[in-house]
Structures are given as structure tokens and as C-alpha cells.
């Protein structure tokens, strides 16, 4: 009982109130762990802990597919990616490099070399050509087998270079540009994310057309600074005359006058008079188009975007921190204890 | 004011304290001391009134609408037959949002043990899958349905972000959900996971202390926890008296620091602090302004009409804005506004002094000061001598052991102070220490450590 309850608890006031004091504290030993230590315990533990999920997620698919459960043959595609990252990955180097260190004659050993760096024998050639005396010329891609890269090797050979197979590190192998992980990486995993990460476009478009539709009051306020954001910030917007936008308030202001009043005459008189007001006003400042600049978009959309946007935006986050810090001190002080179950 | 023993505690620390902060305060970073305060400050208003609650204070709590349709949403799926989907956001238990996403599973987990429904937690970390597992447990324990209860209940998917939420869209697609609840640290997946929660017709209850995620949330959601309401969610659900009296305490502090906020608007405005009153303020001002407005000039009779126009509108010239250009070819500089003005000094970098920063402008006038009573600071030597060991200090802290034995080596028989100060002598240029100098000869210390807080 003292291991699942008072324990964690123990561990969690202590190490908290360690970071959260260590901070003022000017002594090397605790500032290193403070700063440096702690996190890489973290990320020491997460690394292991990741075997957990990782059995975890293999043990939910491997049931699946058993089970013959609706869906198995992705679960079945789950564990195969898996096997080949994690082959890819510990078991094959898939990272082979092939050296030329001798080539007397370049044009001869141009015409193997050409096919492997996909260029043409002549400028081959020339790039054996401009080597300088002495160094050896590294074909960039790796091979992924072994058996290929010695292929390589003997056709070289054959031409008259001297060339030689060099293996890349283990741990290396991982980043080294065209090696088997990390040509899975670029051609099957990033452009995966790459597409998860275009449906936003897509549902940022739908949610929009949902957000938008006039409901009440503060959809409504959403929709307009919407609209004055997005062509404000487009060159499009910096082309609409200020007094465009003011005749459009003009007719707004006539809509809330004939809602409240519900009297022609008193719309009427709002609606000609606004127009005759704005028309006269422009003619007299010679209808500038960014004048008077409140009404200009792109005046606007700036003046929307850098203070009531930011205003809410400090008191939300006034807010969250606010409630991260008395969450972390309940936490700290043993008060909450429902993160360990209890 | 009624708890004698939390005011006796809180005495002791302030006194105790004073007597370590008299005696030299060994091991204490000075310059954190306001920051420190705060925390104190801040910990005891929370500490006092969890107390309070505890001692049968009775508080009310405004109602959250996301909150109480929590068990709505589980009500709705016991009755469809199917499951609900708890999404504990996607970052690890080193995230506060992430441990309060795990804390209101908890609270979740003991309806559908009651309600005898379904439950099922993908989560993106594994330390976060047994947190949750647990927290699980002990909820289906405690409603009596232990029975209920299977690890595979909260299962991992992956680390990566997109990876993660392609799956969490794919649990929602095949299983079909009646409620999604997204509780915890979310980014970009954010929208990817609620749009698809409402195309398949789930009520949807997102909880999240990301601000840039909560708009998205908040259109696609058909309830949003914002901010501290995602904090107060345990509060809430459990009615736990401590836990709403933590709740009561953060609101005091919001009334606390909005009336500083007003407070320090209000000194600002009334230009209180003293470097605003000085004459080198009002001279740098007028001093700046000149310059400003000479070399706005001379750009403007230099420059051709299109440069006038991006200078004006601060943006490119747009295709079609070529019919106005006349105008700025025909527009003198007397006839330029003051917002026209400020354009121009934003674009071209001359700036006004309104257009300083805050920080900037108090730069320049304390180093005016500085240059204007040069011979008082030639002669303070004790501010010499405290900026020297702080600069010794300062660089003993940042070197690593063979820079330390080598200094050690280098002046034998020293340590402490004395150390400090041969290391001063050796790296300090003053030219950074002039503001300083400015800095402390202000007769108002106290705002000046307060606005000095790092």
C-alpha cells in the first residue's frame, strides 16, 4: 500500500517542490539538476517506457488479426510496418557506401560510375577529372545491401578504378541520407504526415462553413471580423476603398435602425442620409482610398488582429496559467491524488 | 483571517526569511526575489483557501455547461449501445494539461462503470497508458465493477502526432462512438479529431489549455472547457471541498492581478515613475522626435512616388494601386499626418519615441543620466566593487571545472568574495554596467525591483 500511495506521493512533493524552488536557489548542484538532470531523467524513463506501448500495440493488433476482428487485414498491415521499421531500424544496416579511391583512367571508369550517379559518361568524366589528386570519390547514395554495393564495387574494379565497399556505423545508418530507414522515413512516413496534415486545409474550410453560419449575435461578430481578417491580409483587400466599406455600414446601421424601429420613414432617412453624408464626405477629401483609415481593410484587420484579439488572447492565457499553477501545486502539496488512481 | 494556525505558519516563513535575507542570503538569487515572493504569495492565497473549504466553507461554483454534459454524453451512449471515446491528448505526464486530462478520466471512467458502458482510451505515450490504466482501475474499483475493468481498455497507438490522430480517426470511423471527449495537450490534431467526431454525429466535449487550439475546439465542439475550466473539472466533478476551495483561491488571485494590472496602467499613465519625470526623459524625447521627423523629411523629398506609397501603407504596391501613385507624387511633407508619419518611421527605422519600446526608452535615459553626472559615477566606488564580484560571480557559475580549477590555481588562497572580484577585474567592461548605475541611484527602489523582476 505504502509502494501505490504514499510513495508516488513522496516523489511527487519532493522532486516538485525541488524544480519549483531550485529556481531560486544559486548552488551549482541543484541548478544542474533543476535545469538539465530532471529532464533528462524524463526522457531516460519515456525512452524505456516506450517498449510498453510498443508490446502494448503489438498484442492489440496481433489479437486482432487472430480474432479475425472487422478491420484485421490493418491490423495485419500495422504489424507489418512495424516488423519493417523495426528491421530497417536494429537488424539490416541497409547503409552501404561504395569508394573509388584509384582511377587513372576517368572515362573508363565513367562508364559504370555514370549509371549508378544518373548522369551522363562525359560529365562523370569531369567530376573524376576534377577531383583533387589524391582523394577518393564517394558515390553520395548508399546501397541498401551489402550484395549490391559489392556488385558495384567489382564493375569498378572491372573498369580499371579501385574501388571498395565501406559499411556505415550502427546509430548513424539511422540519419544517414539514403540508407534504408531513412528512405522509408522520406518517401513512406513524411509524406503520410504530409497528407494527415493537408486534411486540415479541408476541415479548417468545413468547420468555417459551420463557424460562420449567423446563429446569434457572436457567430455574426465571428463571421464579420472573419471576413475583414481574411481580405485584409490578402492584396485584394488593400485594393477596396475605405469608403466601399463605409457605405456598407451605412447600410448596416440602416438594417439596425429599421430592426429597432420598424418604421420606413425613419430607414429611409438613415439610409439617404448615411449615403449623402459618406458621398459628400468622399467628395470633399477626394475619395482617397485608404482614408479614413479605420474603414481601409487592411488598417482594420491589423488593429482587429493586434489588440481585441490580443486582449482575449492574454486573458485566456492569464487564465491557464493561473490554473496550471494551482493544478501543479495541488499536485506538489499531495492534494490531488487521482493521477495514481486515487 | 480565521485561520490562526495558517497565519502563524505564514508569519514564521516571512520572519524567518527576513533573517536569512539579513544575514547575507547565501545561495539565493537576489534578482529573483520578487518572483520568489509571488510564488509564496500566490501558493498561500491557494493554500488559505483550500483550508477554508475544508473547515465547511461553503463555496458555489458557477455551472459549466461542458462540464455537466459530461454525463450526458455517457448517458447518451449507454442508451445508443455504444461506446465513448476518451482522447487524454497527446503529450506525455511531464505536460499539467496531460495529468488533468488523466485526473477527469478517472471521473469519467466511474460513469461508464456505473452506466456499464463501453470506455475506450487510445493514448500516444506509454507512461500516459499507465497512468490512465490505473486511474481506470481504481474508478471501476470504487463504483463496485471491477469485473468491468480490462487493460486494453486504454491501449497505445503511437508516439507521432499525425500518426496518432489518422488512428484516433480510425477508431472513430469503425466504432462509431456516441461521445468523444478530448481532454489534455493538443496541436495540430486538434481539428483533424473533432471534425471527424461530428461527421460521424458524436456529442463532442473538448477540454484544452492550448490557446491556439480552443477556436478550433469551439467550432467544431459541441462543448469547450477553456483554459482554467479544463483545471476545474476535477474540482467539479468530484465536489471535492479542497479542490473547490483551490478553485475559490484562483479567483481571488485574478482579482489580484487585475487590480495591478489597473494600478500599473494608472502609474504609467500618470507618468508616476520617476525616469518619466526626469528631464532626461523629456529631453531624449524631444531630442528623438527631431531627429525623427528630419530624417522622415529628407526620405520624403528624396524618395519616388512608389517608395512614398510602401513607406505610407507599409506593404508592397499592389497591381492596380498604380492610379494613385500621383497623389504621393503630389503629397508634400507638410501635408503628412501623424499616422502617415509613424509609417514611415516604422519602415524606414527611425522611430518617435512613443514608437520605442518601453525597455529601450528606459535605456537610453538611465544611460543619459549616467553620461550627464559622469563624475558621481566615476566615484562610486562601492558600486564598483558590487558589480565586479556580481560579474565574477556571474561567470564562476557559468564555468565548467577545468575553467575553475585554473582560476582557483591562478589566485591561490582565494575564495568566495575575494575570488569573485579578481574574476570581476578580469572580464567586466562597464559600459553595460551605466544603466545600472542610473538604475540605482532612482529613489523609488522598490517599483524599481519590481519592474526590474526577472
Redo the contacts between chains.
Keep these: 500500500m505504502f509502494m501505490k500511495r504514499q510513495l508516488p506521493i513522496a516523489i511527487a512533493a519532493t522532486i516538485g517542490f525541488l524544480t519549483l524552488f531550485g529556481w531560486f536557489v544559486d548552488e551549482p548542484v541543484i541548478k544542474s539538476f533543476v535545469d538539465d538532470d530532471a529532464t533528462q531523467w524524463f526522457d531516460i524513463l519515456a525512452s524505456f517506457a516506450m517498449f510498453l506501448g510498443a508490446l502494448n500495440l503489438l498484442k492489440m493488433q496481433s489479437l486482432k488479426v487472430i480474432k479475425r476482428k472487422k478491420g484485421w487485414p490493418y491490423a495485419a498491415l500495422a504489424i507489418a510496418g512495424f516488423a519493417f521499421s523495426f528491421t530497417a531500424g536494429f537488424i539490416l544496416l541497409g547503409s552501404y557506401n561504395v569508394e573509388i579511391s584509384q582511377y587513372d583512367d576517368p572515362a573508363q571508369v565513367a562508364t559504370v560510375l555514370a549509371s549508378e550517379i544518373n548522369l551522363d559518361e562525359k560529365s562523370t568524366a569531369n567530376i573524376l577529372m576534377a577531383m583533387p589528386e589524391g582523394d577518393p570519390y564517394l558515390i553520395e547514395t548508399p546501397y541498401f545491401t551489402k550484395v549490391g554495393a559489392d556488385k558495384v564495387v567489382e564493375k569498378i574494379n572491372a573498369a580499371g578504378g579501385t574501388a571498395n565497399m565501406r559499411a556505415t556505423e550502427w546509430g548513424a545508418h539511422i540519419a544517414t541520407r539514403g540508407s534504408l530507414f531513412n528512405w522509408m522515413f522520406r518517401f513512406i512516413f513524411t509524406p503520410l504526415s504530409a497528407t494527415m496534415f493537408a486534411l486540415l486545409a479541408f476541415f479548417v474550410a468545413s468547420a468555417s462553413y459551420r463557424a460562420f453560419k449567423i446563429r446569434n449575435f457572436e457567430a455574426t461578430l465571428l463571421l464579420i471580423s472573419g471576413i475583414i481578417i481574411m481580405l485584409g491580409r490578402v492584396p485584394i483587400g488593400g485594393n477596396i476603398s475605405a469608403w466601399f466599406i463605409l457605405y456598407i455600414v451605412v447600410l448596416a446601421l440602416s438594417a439596425g435602425v429599421n430592426t429597432w424601429f420598424k418604421n420606413r420613414v425613419y430607414t429611409l432617412v438613415s439610409v439617404v442620409g448615411g449615403v449623402l453624408i459618406v458621398t459628400i464626405a468622399g467628395f470633399i477629401m477626394g475619395w482617397p482610398v485608404d482614408q479614413p483609415a479605420i474603414f481601409y481593410l487592411p488598417v482594420l484587420q491589423d488593429w482587429i488582429y493586434n489588440n481585441p484579439n490580443v486582449a482575449g488572447a492574454r486573458a485566456i492565457m492569464i487564465g491557464i496559467g493561473l490554473g496550471i499553477f494551482a493544478t501543479s501545486i495541488r499536485y506538489i502539496l499531495g492534494i490531488e491524488k487521482s493521477y495514481i488512481g486515487e | 483571517m480565521k485561520d490562526k494556525q495558517f497565519w502563524s505558519v505564514a508569519g514564521i516563513i516571512f520572519v524567518l526569511f527576513m533573517i536569512y535575507w539579513f544575514a547575507g542570503h547565501p545561495?539565493?538569487?537576489a534578482e529573483?526575489a520578487v518572483?520568489?515572493w509571488s510564488?509564496l504569495v500566490?501558493?498561500g492565497v491557494?493554500?488559505y483557501s483550500?483550508r477554508m473549504a475544508k473547515r465547511g466553507e461553503k463555496i458555489t461554483l458557477r455551472s459549466i455547461p461542458g462540464l455537466k454534459a459530461v454525463e450526458e454524453a455517457v448517458g447518451r451512449s449507454t442508451e445508443m449501445g455504444k461506446p465513448v471515446l476518451y482522447v487524454p491528448g497527446i503529450m506525455?505526464?511531464?505536460q499539467?494539461?496531460t495529468?488533468?486530462g488523466?485526473?477527469v478520466l478517472?471521473?469519467v471512467a466511474k460513469m461508464t462503470a456505473r452506466y456499464e458502458t463501453s470506455l475506450n482510451v487510445p493514448v500516444s505515450?506509454?507512461?500516459v497508458?499507465?497512468?490512465a490504466r490505473?486511474?481506470c482501475?481504481?474508478?471501476y474499483l470504487l463504483e463496485g465493477r471491477p469485473d468491468l475493468f480490462h487493460d486494453?481498455m486504454v491501449?497505445?497507438?503511437?508516439?507521432?502526432?499525425?500518426?496518432y490522430?489518422?488512428g484516433v480517426n480510425?477508431i472513430m470511423i469503425?466504432e462509431e462512438p456516441a461521445a468523444c471527449l478530448y481532454m489534455g495537450k493538443f496541436y495540430?490534431?486538434s481539428?483533424?479529431l473533432?471534425?471527424t467526431g461530428n461527421s460521424i454525429g458524436a456529442i463532442q466535449i473538448a477540454g484544452t489549455?492550448s490557446?491556439s487550439q480552443?477556436p478550433?475546439f469551439v467550432?467544431?465542439c459541441d462543448y469547450t472547457l477553456?483554459?482554467?475550466e479544463?483545471?476545474?473539472a476535477?474540482a467539479y466533478l468530484?465536489q471535492d471541498p479542497?479542490?473547490i476551495g483551490?478553485?475559490k483561491?484562483?479567483d481571488y488571485?485574478?482579482i489580484l492581478?487585475t487590480s495591478v494590472l489597473l494600478l500599473s496602467v494608472l502609474f504609467f499613465s500618470l507618468n508616476i515613475f520617476e525616469q518619466q519625470r526626469s528631464s532626461e526623459w523629456k529631453d531624449l524625447k524631444h531630442k528623438t522626435n527631431l531627429n525623427a521627423e528630419k530624417a522622415i523629411s529628407e526620405f520624403w523629398k528624396n524618395a519616388d512616388p512608389v517608395s512614398r506609397y510602401q513607406a505610407v501603407?507599409r506593404?508592397v504596391l499592389?497591381?492596380?494601386?498604380e492610379r494613385?501613385l500621383n497623389?504621393y507624387k503630389n503629397l508634400s511633407y507638410s501635408d503628412l499626418s501623424k499616422?502617415q508619419k509613424n509609417s514611415i518611421a516604422f519602415t524606414t527605422g527611425t522611430l518617435f519615441w512613443i514608437q520605442l519600446p518601453v525597455d529601450n526608452r528606459m535605456e537610453l535615459v538611465n544611460q543619459t543620466f549616467t553620461d550627464n553626472n559622469q563624475s558621481l559615477y566615476d566615484a562610486d566606488e562601492e558600486f564598483r566593487q558590487l558589480e565586479i564580484v556580481k560579474e565574477g560571480k556571474n561567470n564562476w557559475?557559468q564555468m565548467g571545472e577545468a575553467e575553475r580549477r585554473e582560476y582557483k590555481l591562478k589566485f591561490p588562497g582565494l575564495s568566495g568574495v575575494d575570488l569573485y572580484a579578481e574574476i570581476g577585474k578580469e572580464t567586466i567592461t562597464w559600459e553595460d554596467h551605466e544603466v545600472d548605475w542610473a538604475i540605482n541611484q532612482r529613489s523609488i527602489p522598490v517599483i524599481k525591483n519590481i519592474l526590474m523582476v526577472q
Design positions: 545561495y539565493f538569487v529573483r518572483m520568489f510564488v500566490v501558493g491557494l493554500i483550500t506525455d505526464m511531464d499539467v494539461e495529468v488533468a488523466v485526473v478517472g471521473h505515450r506509454a507512461i497508458m499507465k497512468a490505473e486511474s482501475r481504481e474508478s486494453d491501449h497505445y497507438l503511437t508516439d507521432d502526432q499525425f500518426a490522430a489518422a480510425g469503425r495540430a490534431e481539428l483533424l473533432a471534425e489549455a490557446p480552443i478550433f467550432t467544431a477553456i483554459g482554467e479544463f483545471f476545474a476535477s468530484s479542497e479542490l483551490g478553485v483561491g484562483q488571485l485574478k492581478f501603407n506593404s499592389e497591381p492596380g494601386a494613385i497623389k499616422r557559475n
